[in-house]
């Protein structure tokens, strides 16, 4: 008798993901440029808990999309199958019920869409955000940089545009029910929106590319994607706050998740009916994402800079000072740094000073007073033992209060060494951030 092993597979290894170019724009990638045979991270939406599919010997299934349009192809293949019974897996019935509508079956069908769709598909929306990579030397790693302008002249430049839509963009509704199942594979924990909510908006990322073989046609292809959610804010704004998140996996590890970020936040920037930039539960890889970018972000601000720390805060190249990092270097080898009371950081910062700061950036409370935390870190002298102090009793404040419901369960005693040992972890995860930030 054959044991049920044999007929089980592993889910996100049968799953197989493409994003299908046509063959005028495959011709065009170069050979780390791979698109297509990629996994899920998540299907326990979809096959359960277990993340199993039983039945089967050699199974294969393929869930392929047109790299612009997201038009849907699905297709099982398997050497045997049992007998259909209550404990077989019926994988196209489940399949469809998170699929688009207008999902193909039929191979030659969906390969005359990518080729149509190639050349006619274009983003919905509002373009808010573009940026230039080139293709020949795109690397891998945490903390791309992103440079913005290339030569335009130059045939393997390659353009990214971040496009922001609402429910009331013609065509965008059929658009996200394509894109919507990449949230159930790629978010612990994400579920659907519901459509019914008229105020979603969303910011698209998609890669342009220019044809090799015809340098004057363009064509586009999904990237990732973020949904965001406004609320009301007295007495007539509103808090938008970003509910998901994602860029696909061929595309990770390359800045493309800190450039959508950021168009979002310039976005929020731009818009006075948009108080503030909120995030929903984030998980500790976006976490991290928005940490170092809200921070190369103020330190890439003059104004606030020489406003917090002094005149000296501010170098000839966009400020560099502080003894975590890179700081300037002084006579004798040794990073400078600002001793307490240099401007309106202190410590302790100025409270009146970081809520116009914080209120003129749009960042929400909690994040504005971590990234001041981390950059007073970043410069504050070490041998200021005042300032080491103050320094302790402005985070020890922040977290009391963060945690005030669970510290009031314990005695005296326990209670300053829980908030002790909560700096230290606090302390210890900003030098991580940034020994990120250069």
């Known amino acids: 008798m ?5 007929w089980t597979a592993d889910a996100n290894e049968a799953l197989s993901l493409s994003l299908v170019r046509a063959p005028e724009d495959k011709a065009s990638l170069w050979s780390r440029e791979v698109y297509e045979g990629f996994h ?5 939406p979809i096959f359960g808990e277990e993340e199993k599919i039983y039945g089967y010997k050699d199974l294969s299934v393929q869930l392929k999309f047109a790299s612009g349009s997201l038009a849907q192809h699905l297709t099982v293949r398997y050497s045997e199958r049992l007998p259909s019974s209550s404990a077989v897996d019926e994988i196209e019935p489940t399949l469809s019920k998170f699929l688009a509508p207008d999902h193909l079956t039929d191979e030659k069908e969906f390969l005359e869409r990518v080729e149509h769709d190639a050349t006619h598909f274009k983003p919905y929306g509002e373009k808010i955000y573009s940026y230039t990579r080139a293709a020949t030397t795109l690397p891998k790693g945490k903390n791309i940089s992103i440079p913005q ?3 335009p002249d130059d045939e393997e430049t390659v353009d990214f545009e971040v496009y922001h839509s609402t429910w009331k963009t013609p065509g965008f509704r059929e658009y996200h029910r394509r894109m919507q ?3 159930l594979l790629y978010i612990e924990g994400g579920s659907l929106i519901s459509e019914d909510e008229e105020t979603w908006e969303f910011a698209v990322l998609y890669e342009k590319r220019r044809r090799r073989s015809s340098p004057d046609v363009f064509t586009y292809h999904f990237v990732g994607y973020s949904t965001l959610y406004p609320f009301y804010c007295f007495p007539e704004r509103v808090r938008l706050r970003i509910s998901q998140f994602l ?3 061929p595309y990770q590890q390359d800045g493309h998740g800190s450039a959508l970020y950021t168009a979002i936040y310039q ?3 731009a818009h006075p009916r948009i108080a503030e930039l909120t995030v929903e539960d984030p998980a500790e890889a976006f976490e991290d ?8 972000m103020l330190l890439a601000n003059e104004k606030f800079m020489r406003e ?6 501010i170098s000839s190249n966009g400020g560099k000072v502080g003894g975590v990092g890179n700081g300037r270097k002084a006579r004798g080898g040794k990073a400078r740094s600002i001793r307490a009371g240099a401007g309106k950081m202190g410590p302790p910062a100025e409270r009146s000073w970081l809520e116009k700061w914080r209120t003129d950036l749009k960042i929400a409370g909690r994040q504005f007073h971590r990234l001041v935390e981390m950059l007073i870190l970043r410069n504050m002298d070490i041998t200021d033992e005042r300032a080491q102090r103050a320094y302790r009793l402005q985070v020890k404040e922040r977290l009391y209060r963060f945690n005030y419901e669970i510290l009031m369960q314990l005695d005296k005693q326990e209670r300053q060494q829980k908030l002790e040992e909560t700096f230290q972890g606090v302390v210890a995860d900003y030098r991580r951030i940034l020994g990120h930030v250069h």
């Not at 994402?289 to 190369?296: F, M, Q, S, Y």
């Not at 917090?308 to 805060?313: D, N």
Request: charged share 15%; no cysteine; net charge neutral.
């Open 40 to 44: 899920p991270t998540f299907t326990y």
């Open 181 to 183: 199942l990449f949230v």
């Open 2 to 6: 054959t044991s049920a092993t044999a």
């Open 289 to 296: 994402l928005r940490d170092r970018n809200d921070l190369k």
């Open 267 to 269: 976005h929020v920037l």
């Open 247 to 249: 860029i696909l996996p």
């Open 149 to 151: 302008v290339l030569g």
């Open 308 to 313: 917090g720390f002094g005149p000296e805060a």
